[in-house]
């Protein structure tokens, strides 16, 4: 039985998601918050194999089974037991991540790595999806101005990959246009912050009543 309620944050690299959510979880002191790849032990390991700037032999399907075994192993370590003891899981990415940077980004198709997360994830989708949209040029320079920001592989891709993410998410948000939100992520830091903060509070309404 899952009584909790599961929301992940999405979107391009820069669009300010992680620093939103953790302001949105000091709003939620009993959530469990944590973030893909990664997250537990495991994932961890595998997040540092997957985006080491080293590992430019990496084949993208590769990439992407490593991503969802990363998934796999959070999903059933972490997310589920604390779903099913009823608590708010905030996520930062999860499966979105996967079909908007290599279902559509590195072309490997949304169906096709849909279907190799079904694998990973039995049909545990989220409740709630918040997308944080930014023009990849502005994300992009958001990133650059973060210094002490990690600079992964994925991070190094040229303009026209960072393009293709975003027209990813664009087309996930109008084929789940039920689960996934968009908000603005180009307003200030306070407004996003207000807008996600109402979805939030929303849901976890909407799923208490039920
Ligand atoms: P982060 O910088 O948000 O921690 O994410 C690490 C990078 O991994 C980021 O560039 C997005 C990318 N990513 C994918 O390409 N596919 C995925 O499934 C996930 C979770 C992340």
Known sequence: MN?????????????????ILSMVAAQFPNALVTREPGGID??????????????IK???????????????????????????????VLCDRFVDSSLAYQGYARGLGLNEVFSINQFAIEQMMPDLTIYFDIEPEIGLMRINKNKGREVNRLDLENLSFHQKVREGYLLLLDRFPERIKRIDASKTMDEVFVEALKLVDRKVSEKKQR
Request: proline share 5%; charged share 25%; net charge neutral.
């Open 58 to 88: 990496m084949d993208p399907r590769t990439e992407a089974l490593l991503y969802a075994a990363a998934r796999r192993q959070h999903l059933v370590e972490k997310v589920k037991p604390a779903l099913e003891a009823g608590q708010l």
């Open 3 to 19: 009584n909790g309620t599961f929301i992940t944050f999405e979107g391009p690299d820069g669009a300010g998601k992680s620093t």
């Open 42 to 55: 495991i994932a961890e390991q595998i997040r540092q194999v997957i985006l080491a700037k080293e590992n």
